[in-house]
Structure formats: C-alpha cells, structure tokens
C-alpha cells in the first residue's frame, strides 16, 4: 500500500502553527535562500517516521519549535499524523511520540498533544499498514551479526537524497556512511524488492532449522561411532576391575565384544555378600566392660576397708586382754575393797585414793570394749566373706564382658573389611553400569541413521519448494532496474553512454561500457553523480510500485540543481527567485531535464510516488511554478521561511 506525505506542522511554544501540505503523486517543490530551514525538513520527516535520534542542528528551527508533526495519508484513504517534541536542553534524542489515526484529520491544538506511544509503536504501525509481512533474515551459518527483521526503519535508505548525499560519487544511499548500515541495507534490500516473499522467507527459515537438525543428526551419528570404535577395550579394562573387587571370579576372561556385554550384564546384578555389623554394637559392649570394671573397683574398696577394720579390731583386743591378765594375775585389785586398802602394806584407808578409781573405772571400759569386738568379730567375718563372693563374681562377669568385647571387636574389623570390600565393588559397578548406559547410547546408531534420512528429506523438500536461487531473483530484479535506469539515464543526456545498473554488494551504480563494469567512483562530474543517484532511486521506487513491494512512496532531494551552477557558492546565494536564477551561470536545460525527468515518472507512477524537491533554484515555467508548495520563496523575512520570524524561542526554563 503506498504512503506518501500529507503535510508537515509545526507547533511553537505558545501553541502557534506553521502547516506545509503537500500534493499526492507529483513533484512538490520547496525553494528559497539558504538557512531558512529547508533541509530540516527530511530531519524532520524522518524524526517522525518513528526514529530517536533527532538530527536538527542547533538554531531557530531547534529553538523555536516545540513539537514537530507529520501527517503520512496511504491509498485506502487511512491518514496517520505522527508528532513528536523536540528533546529537551541539548539531548540528542527523544522516543515519546503523540500518534492519531482517521481520515480527513486535522490539526490538533498544542493543548492536545501529550505522548500515547513510543517510536517503537510508531514503526510498529507503519509496517503494519504498509503490508510489511513479518520476516526474518537469518545470516549463513559461521556468521556472527545477529538477525534482522525489515521494519519500516529500514525503508529510509530509498527515502532520502541529502545535500551532502544527492551528489557524492562513494556512496548512494542516505545513512550508508553510519556503522553496520551497508550491510542492513544489503540483508533488507532482497525483501523490499519482492525478491524475498514471506512465503519464501518462512520455507528458508524452516530450510536452515532443517538443516541444522541435520548437522546436529550427523555429528551425534559420528560421536557414536567414535565412541564405539573404543569400547571393546574400556570394556576389558572394567571386567579386569571387577576381578580385582572379586566382583568376578580371577579366571573370568572375554575375548568378543559379545562376551564382554554379557559379564558386565552379570556384574549389574552384584549385592552386598552380607549386612554390615550395626554400628553401635561395639560402642555398648566397650560401655558394659567399662561399668563391670568400675563396680569391681568399688567392691575391692569395700573388701580392704573391712579387711584393715578386722585387723586393728583384732590388734586391739589382744592388747586389752593382756594388760587384763596381767592385773588378774598379780591380784592388785578386790573388787570387794578396792581403793579403801593400800596396795603396798594391805592397810584399810580412811579415804579413797582418786587415781585408783580412776584406773578401775578403765579397766571395766576395757573389758566392756573387749567384749563388744568379741562380739561383732561373727558379723564382720561374714562381711567380709560377702564381699569376696561378690568380687569374684565381679571379676568373672567382668572377664566374660572383656571376651565379649574382642569378639565384637573382631566382628566389626571383619565387617569393615567387607564394607570396604563392597564399596570398592560398588565404585567398579557403577563405573560398568555408565559404561553400559554409553553402550545404549552408542547403539542408537540405526535411529541416528532414520533422522539423519528423514532430515536430509525435508532438506530435499524444502529445497525443491525453492527451485529459483534467491540470488537469481534479486539478479533479475536488479538487471531489469537497471535498464529502467538506462532508460532515464539517456533523457538526463548522461556522459558515459553504456548500461546502468545498481550493485548491490558495494551499494553503489556501475556503468557497463563496452563489457568493463565501470562504478560510479571512477566517474567525474557532479552532473554525473547526480544522474546516477536520481536515476537509481528513481528506478527502485518504480520497481517497488509495479512490484506492489512495502516502501513509502515519497522521495525528498535536497538541493539536487546545484551541481548545474558553476559553484556551490553561487548557489546557495540565490535567494529563490525566478529572475536571478535565470541570471544565473547555470546549465539550466540540464536542470529542466532534471525536473521533466522528475515530473514524467510521477506521471507514469499513476499518483504513487510523491517527489519532495528543496531547491534554490526557481524556474518561471509554469509546471515549475504549479509544483511549489509555498508561491512565495522562503527569503527569512516574516513566515517566509519554515519557521516563522517572530516564533520565540523556548523559555530559558525549559532546559
């Protein structure tokens, strides 16, 4: 669907508007002095087709307006208005855009506009209504760029002529010079020039997943034959670790790849021989010796303290009786007298003597105290007989404690040997049980064969659905391009006569002369350089409306007569008027041939392409004249100009 442009508007700060409309499918033509704010106007147009970066340099044009806005109107009536505000202070870029959409739309007021999308949704949206078909271009395989899908962004190569493009000898389209843009421009052309339908885009996709599923099918068929080669012997070494892990008996031997599959199968079914001893089993048995041992202690304390207290009970009534036997025998005390008669001369006191008494009173506490030891010798015995019973029982049970104890120690031993044993017959199984399950892997030889031949099918298919190369079809579109651009090549009455055509790998026009490709750079003369790009974008534009391909249908040259004037100098002083540019030293039939070119094609386009002229140059011809946008040049002078004399500029705030 075509989209050309229906006006431009400009906003000021105090809500002024300044509104250029534009002729659908016919030159229109803008001229006046330098500096009045002509070449902004492709800044503009692109700033609005949904791209951040906003290229007006500082000045009035900057300074004085607020928002910028442009109205683009497409063949089914449908008219979307796109404006932005310029950035804020000295930024370089803004992304928040005000969008509406209807027919017959007019101007908004300034207090309207408010941001309600984003240059994402912009381009969004004019790829949609254009009839840009999803699609995706994928690089070859092994190249590093990432892939890209044409939007309407990347129509603006064949959209825009600017002074420092329109004429320049090394390159050809607008933005070419900018980093990774020559090769977008070469991975979107294909698809803008029909060349790469959205059928065909989606058959390639799928061609290319097919044929990665094949490269993929075909490597993991050769890492399973790699790993093939080398299992006979892996397989070998693992029956030898299980011999030595007694998993397999030492003569256990396997000389085909058969026999070895078969014992390791076998080594899958390998169990513990027998449960490991319960681990807490030593660890009580230690505990009981340790009480049994502490209790004898404690019995043998209480056998030698009643065996000492025996003994001096004993030592002290042998004592006592003696001394006892020893008064006896002398007689030195009658008990019917004692201490009324003197021991010496057997004479009767008239008074106790105190220290005899006292000396009979001890000996009857001696003899009461020999009596209770006589009597508690019985008991003491016997206690003392109790507690060797119960030692000896101690001691019995306490060495019986001990044997179990080594024996349980031994146990344990036993069974950390054969822990041992099994957890290295465990390692060696699971190294076999990886061993087979890489086997199993390895054998998926036959269904890695089925995919790689279902695979290399659909490769076949897919293929045989893309019979034309792509290649082809772009050749063929550029060669018949190229004799549209021939054609107009000899009514711009071009120097070097030859065939003309655009070479898409170097973005550039070569001229075939006498079968030698001669580019665009090895040319001279600006008229040269001019014919070529017109001719060129011109001829692409043609091609994109007979293809029915989605690109705007509106070009915009900025300055394109001034390779006509003997300098640039003496062009840019010219102030729009019809009379000092026929004053002028300029090859005026060429520039009238330039505009008649101009003119014919619109016509032939039928109102599908808009040609957008900023000149300084003004011819009195009256298809000159009823081109202009604006009668009057744009002088500076009052509203003669893109922006207004008396707009303000922003308040000092608005930074």
């Known amino acids: 669907?075509?989209?050309?442009?229906?006006?431009?508007?400009?906003?000021?700060?105090?809500?002024?508007?300044?509104?250029?409309?534009?002729?659908?499918?016919?030159?229109?033509?803008i001229t006046g002095r330098s500096l009045t704010g002509k070449s902004s106007i492709i800044e503009i147009i692109h700033y609005c087709l949904g791209y951040s970066s906003f290229g007006i340099n500082e000045g009035a044009v900057r300074e004085r307006v607020a928002w910028f806005a442009v109205t683009f109107a497409f063949g089914d009536g449908t008219e979307v208005m796109i404006?932005?505000?310029?950035?804020?202070?000295?930024?370089?870029?803004?992304?928040?855009?005000?969008?509406?959409?209807?027919?017959?739309?007019?101007?908004?007021?300034?207090?309207?506009?408010?941001?309600?999308?984003?240059?994402?949704?912009?381009?969004?949206?004019?790829?949609?209504?254009?009839?840009?078909?999803?699609?995706?271009?994928?690089?070859?395989?092994?190249?590093?760029?990432?892939?890209?899908?044409?939007?309407?962004?990347?129509?603006?190569?064949?959209l825009f002529q600017p002074q420092n493009v329109i004429a320049n000898k090394d390159i050809l389209f607008y933005r070419?010079?900018?980093?990774?843009?020559?090769?977008?421009?070469?991975?979107?052309?294909?698809?803008?020039?029909?060349?790469?339908?959205?059928?065909?885009?989606?058959?390639?996709?799928?061609?290319?997943?097919?044929?990665?599923?094949?490269?993929?099918?075909?490597?993991?068929?050769?890492?399973?034959?790699?790993?093939?080669?080398?299992?006979?012997?892996?397989?070998?070494?693992?029956?030898?670790?299980?011999?030595?892990?007694?998993?397999?008996?030492?003569?256990?031997?396997?000389?085909?790849?058969?026999?070895?599959?078969?014992?390791?199968?076998?080594?899958?079914?390998?169990?513990?021989?027998?449960?490991p001893l319960?681990?807490?089993?030593?660890?009580?048995?230690?505990?009981?010796?340790?009480?049994?041992?502490?209790?004898?202690?404690?019995?043998?304390?209480?056998?030698?303290?009643?065996?000492v207290f025996d003994k001096d009970s004993q030592g002290y009534a042998t004592e006592v009786?003696?001394?006892?036997?020893?008064?006896?025998?002398?007689?030195?005390?009658?008990?019917?007298?004692?201490?009324?008669?003197?021991?010496?001369?057997?004479?009767?006191?008239?008074?106790?003597?105190?220290?005899?008494?006292?000396?009979?009173?001890?000996?009857?506490?001696?003899?009461?105290?020999?009596?209770q030891?006589?009597?508690?010798?019985?008991?003491?015995?016997?206690?003392?007989?109790?507690?060797?019973?119960?030692?000896?029982?101690?001691?019995?049970?306490?060495?019986?404690?001990?044997?179990?104890?080594?024996?349980?120690?031994?146990?344990?031993?036993?069974?950390?040997?054969?822990?041992?044993?099994n957890a290295r017959a465990a390692r060696v199984a699971g190294r076999i049980s990886l061993y087979l399950e890489t086997l199993r892997l390895s054998h998926r030889d036959e269904r890695l064969q089925r995919a790689i031949e279902q695979e290399t099918n659909e490769v076949n298919r897919l293929a045989m659905l893309l019979k034309v190369d792509s290649n082809e079809l772009l050749t063929s579109a550029l060669n018949s391009i190229g004799g549209q651009m021939t054609k107009w090549a000899d009514e711009l009455q071009l120097e070097h006569k030859g065939q003309?055509?655009?070479?898409?790998?170097?973005?550039?026009?070569?001229?075939?002369?006498?079968?030698?490709?001669?580019?665009?750079?090895?040319?001279?003369?600006?008229?040269?350089?001019?014919?070529?790009?017109?001719?060129a974008l011109l001829s692409l534009h043609y091609h994109f409306i007979v293809a029915n391909c989605p690109v705007p249908g509106f070009l915009v040259l900025d300055q394109p007569s001034q390779v006509y004037f003997p300098s640039v100098q003496q062009y840019k002083q010219l102030s729009g008027s019809t009379q000092e540019t026929a004053n002028a030293d300029a090859d005026l039939e060429a520039v009238r041939r330039m505009f008649n070119l101009l003119w014919s094609v619109c016509a032939q386009m039928k109102g599908d392409l808009q040609v957008v002229v900023l000149e300084h140059a003004n011819l009195p011809e009256n298809r000159f004249q009823q081109s202009l946008v604006e009668q009057a040049p744009w002088t500076g002078a009052g509203s003669h100009a893109l922006v207004p004399e008396h707009w303000a500029a922003r308040p000092v705030d608005a930074d």
């Not at 399973?224 to 693992?238: E, H, I, M, P």
């Open 500 to 535: 003309y055509r655009v070479d898409a790998n170097n973005l550039t026009v070569v001229i075939d002369i006498h079968g030698r490709p001669v580019p665009m750079e090895k040319i001279s003369g600006g008229h040269n350089w001019l014919g070529c790009h017109l001719i």
């Open 1 to 29: 669907m075509t989209m050309q442009i229906q006006s431009i508007v400009l906003y000021s700060h105090s809500g002024e508007t300044r509104e250029l409309n534009f002729k659908h499918g016919d030159v229109n033509i």
């Open 321 to 371: 009786g003696e001394q006892l036997m020893r008064l006896r025998s002398i007689e030195l005390f009658h008990s019917d007298d004692v201490g009324r008669r003197c021991p010496l001369c057997a004479n009767e006191l008239t008074a106790e003597v105190p220290a005899v008494a006292a000396i009979t009173e001890t000996l009857q506490h001696l003899r009461a105290d020999l009596d």
């Open 176 to 275: 070419q010079v900018e980093e990774f843009m020559p090769q977008t421009i070469k991975d979107t052309l294909p698809y803008f020039l029909g060349v790469v339908s959205s059928e065909r885009i989606a058959i390639e996709h799928d061609l290319k997943l097919a044929r990665r599923r094949l490269k993929i099918a075909q490597r993991d068929l050769d890492e399973a034959k790699f790993v093939a080669s080398d299992q006979l012997t892996r397989g070998r070494t693992l029956i030898e670790e299980a011999k030595q892990a007694g998993i397999l008996p030492a003569t256990t031997d396997a000389k085909a790849f058969e026999d070895v599959v078969r014992l390791l199968n076998d080594v899958m079914k390998w169990k513990p021989s027998a449960p």
């Open 373 to 421: 030891v006589e009597a508690e010798k019985p008991r003491l015995r016997e206690y003392i007989e109790s507690m060797k019973t119960e030692r000896d029982a101690t001691r019995q049970s306490l060495a019986d404690a001990e044997f179990t104890l080594q024996a349980a120690i031994a146990e344990d031993e036993a069974a950390q040997v054969l822990r041992d044993a």
């Open 83 to 158: 404006a932005k505000p310029v950035p804020e202070g000295h930024a370089k870029s803004q992304s928040q855009a005000y969008i509406e959409i209807g027919s017959s739309l007019k101007v908004p007021p300034f207090t309207k506009l408010s941001p309600n999308t984003n240059d994402d949704g912009v381009q969004a949206e004019l790829s949609r209504r254009l009839g840009i078909a999803p699609n995706l271009h994928v690089p070859q395989l092994g190249q590093t760029r990432e892939a890209l899908e044409a939007g309407v962004q990347h129509t603006d190569f064949y």
């Open 278 to 307: 319960e681990a807490d089993k030593v660890t009580d048995w230690r505990r009981n010796v340790d009480q049994r041992r502490d209790r004898l202690r404690a019995i043998s304390r209480q056998l030698e303290a009643a065996q």
